[in-house]
């Protein structure tokens, strides 16, 4: 089934946001890119700001999607579960750069947009969620762990994950790819978890 107009216009949203940032991107810009006419985009979606806000949280879940299909495909135990998705995540950002760039924008817009940013700390919640319970799991801390130390852990791995993704946009070549990154990792912090695996 083709895509709705409306479909086509967050499309084209999208790609400009992707290719020329929030705030280079006009109404016009959107309207070429998706091959509608400027009159439908107000009628859509209300304004170009609303327009930009849907398509950079549809920016956000389309990376989330493919990050957790590239890391969460088959039946891993627990630990292999964190470990591959930290590598799938880190070696995803070559291939989703544009998808990153609009990331950070959503990011920064939502600091000035109240109802973008509850909409974007949503979706920061669930991430939350989903490491806890890899890494509560993945590490065999069920019952040693308590909920208020694996929230702050798994805010501290996210925090580590913006990171380094803003790092690939600004110095590509100077983050090492998923499995140099796994194998830090656990020589730093493997010695300290083995008591508790």
Do not use: W
Not at 24 to 33: H, K
Not at 162 to 179: F, H, K, R, T, V
């Amino acid at each position: 089934m083709p895509p709705s107009h409306r479909e086509q216009i967050l499309e084209g949203a999208i790609e400009c946001v992707q290719t020329r940032g929030v705030a280079n991107t006009t109404t016009r810009d959107i309207a070429a890119a998706s091959g509608a006419s400027l009159a439908s985009i107000p009628y859509h979606f209300g304004s170009k700001d609303a327009l930009l806000d849907q398509a950079l949280l549809k920016a956000i879940r389309r990376y989330s999607e493919h990050v957790e299909r590239q890391a969460f495909a088959g039946d891993a135990p627990p630990l292999q579960a964190l470990a591959k998705s930290l590598i799938a995540t880190v070696d995803s950002f070559e291939e989703a750069g544009p998808l990153l760039s609009s990331l950070m924008e959503a990011h920064v817009k939502a600091i000035h947009s109240e109802s973008l940013r509850e909409r974007v700390a949503a979706n920061r919640r669930l991430a939350v969620e989903r490491i806890a319970a890899t890494v509560k799991g993945g590490l065999g801390l069920e019952g040693q762990l308590s909920d208020e130390h694996t929230h702050a852990v798994s805010l501290l791995v996210l925090a580590l994950v913006d990171g380094l993704m803003l790092a690939s946009l600004i110095e590509p070549d100077a983050i090492p790819d998923g499995q140099e990154l796994l194998e830090a990792v656990i020589a730093a912090v493997g010695p300290l978890v083995e008591p508790h695996a």
